[in-house]
T-cell receptor
Framework: SAVISQKPSRDICQRGTSLTIQCQVD?????MFWYRQQPGQSLTLIAT?????????ESGFVIDKFPISRPNLTFSTLTVSNMSPEDSSIYLC????????????FGPGTRLTVT | AQKITQTQPGMFVQEKEAVTLDCTYD???????LFWYKQPSSGEMIFLIY??????QNATEGRYSLNFQKARKSANLVISASQLGDSAMYFC?????????????????FGQGTILTVHP
């Protein structure tokens, strides 16, 4: 398995501000993803973090709102910009070690509350 | 149409008993993978078990087994000998184009989850 850490683990933020969430993996992985889980809901993929290039966003998610960086094969950040209460969610980093590996693991999540 | 359906919002089981959590899926892709994850109240997602669409045998991992019925498009999770620590939300998920570790970019589509409560 992969050991994934996320910072911060939780935060309370005011509307209109931005928060950057970090995801660190203990070894190089081919694929990194960011998911969102709104309260009482299931998980939804926000985007795939691509190393050295722009992230690939899912329908309904845009770069201006959720800019993502991935400078190397073990680290990625997700920024939630200009936050509103609707952004209150758990944000989870997910990794897949290689295309040949079926396993997909999740970080512990960042619990965000926007007031 | 929902790609992953979990029809049981909540399930209760007595400690040491077995429990089955239902999951049906919908895909036209012949190559796909099915996952089960456990989410305790802490919020982390714990990978439990995986079944590839071309796998001939049902997957097993310790007390977890996956009852894969391809024709019915169902992938039920069976937990044997339930423990109090099994109380959590359980999600079924599918990755299309994955097969037994294929080249899909990795999007998982999740069901709505089932809350399992284990009684002493």
């Amino acid at each position: 398995s992969a050991v994934i850490s996320q910072k911060p683990s939780r935060d309370i933020c005011q509307r209109g501000t931005s928060l950057t969430i970090q995801c660190q993996v203990d070894s190089q992985v081919t694929m990194m993803f960011w998911y969102r889980q709104q309260p009482g809901q299931s998980l939804t993929l926000i985007a795939t973090a691509n190393q050295g290039s722009e992230a690939t966003y899912e329908s309904g998610f845009v770069i201006d709102k959720f800019p993502i960086s991935r400078p190397n094969l073990t680290f990625s950040t997700l920024t939630v910009s200009n936050m509103s209460p609707e952004d209150s969610s758990i944000y989870l980093c997910s990794v897949r070690r290689a295309e040949s590996s079926y396993e997909q693991y999740f970080g512990p999540g960042t619990r965000l509350t926007v007031t | 149409a929902q790609k992953i359906t979990q029809t049981q919002p909540g399930m209760f089981v007595q400690e040491k008993e077995a429990v089955t959590l239902d999951c049906t899926y919908d895909t036209s892709d012949p190559s796909y993978g099915l996952f089960w994850y456990k989410q305790p109240s802490s919020g982390e997602m714990i990978f439990l078990i995986y079944q590839g669409s071309y796998d001939q045998q049902n997957a097993t991992e310790g007390r977890y087994s996956l009852n894969f019925q391809k024709a019915r498009k169902s992938a039920n999770l069976v937990i044997s000998a339930s423990q109090l620590g099994d109380s959590a939300m359980y999600f079924c998920a599918m990755r299309e184009g994955a097969g037994a570790g294929g080249t899909s970019y990795g999007k998982l589509t999740f069901g709505q989850g089932t809350i399992l409560t284990v009684h002493p």
